[in-house]
T-cell receptor, first 116, second 113 residues
């Protein structure tokens, strides 16, 4: 398996523009997570999907952020309009929910977003 | 969610054993303890998970005392390539009906030649 795939790897945009980040989870995994990482705030969970359904979006910073998972093999995180404070590395992770313990999350390589 | 506390940074010489301790005083009965490793410019990677006593795999050992209020990740004979940030997480896959974990600030391990 190729692991979790994220695109683009780097994105530079101007304030006010729409940004769409993409993620392909590992085949067979039924849980998908979007995280954001900055030096100031560390690694923050934005939203969690289970079986394509958003379960917890309490980490989504504000209405400018939205995430979708139309099927088991694809998810998007959209920021509209983007702001300089959204600059961060965005990670997508997937896992197979099993009984007992914290299911191992497999992280993608991340998308480094810079909003000018 | 149980909160975790771990040192912000540690230095170690190559070839030494490194022990990173994590405090989780409010750990719940169903909670497991998991450690992740993150290299610069990469996503975190699972290292080890345990519930009690000792767990060992090819990468590390995890020691959990009987009260489970803390845990220690042990890395034997570290090399320069072990320089990374190490995160301690506590949670349960069925907490609140789904898996939710929180990555704390982590411990930045610097291995010195």
């Amino acid at each position: 398996d190729a692991g979790v795939i994220q695109s683009p790897r780097h994105e530079v945009t101007e304030m006010g523009q729409e940004v769409t980040l993409r993620c392909k989870p590992i085949s067979g995994h039924n849980s998908l997570f979007w995280y954001r990482q900055t030096m100031m705030r560390g690694l923050e969970l934005l939203i969690y999907f289970n079986n394509n359904v958003p379960i917890d979006d309490s980490g989504m910073p504000e209405d400018r952020f939205s995430a979708k998972m139309p099927n088991a093999s694809f998810s998007t995180l959209k920021i509209q309009p983007s702001e300089p404070r959204d600059s961060a590395v965005y990670f997508c992770a997937s896992s197979q929910r099993l009984a007992g313990g914290i299911n191992e999350q497999f992280f993608g390589p991340g998308t480094r977003l810079t909003v000018l | 969610l149980a909160k975790t506390t771990q040192p912000i940074s540690m230095d170690s010489y190559e070839g030494q054993e490194v022990n990173i301790t994590c405090s989780h005083n409010n750990i719940a009965t169903n909670d497991y303890i998991t450690w992740y490793q993150q290299f610069p410019s990469q996503g975190p990677r699972f290292i080890i998970q345990g519930y009690k006593t000792k767990v060992t795999n090819e990468v590390a050992s995890l020691f959990i005392p009987a009260d489970r209020k803390s845990s220690t990740l042990s890395l034997p004979r570290v090399s320069l390539s072990d320089t990374a940030v190490y995160y301690c997480l506590v949670g349960d896959s069925y907490s609140g009906g789904y898996q939710k974990v929180t990555f704390g600030t982590g411990t930045k391990l610097q291995v010195i030649p």
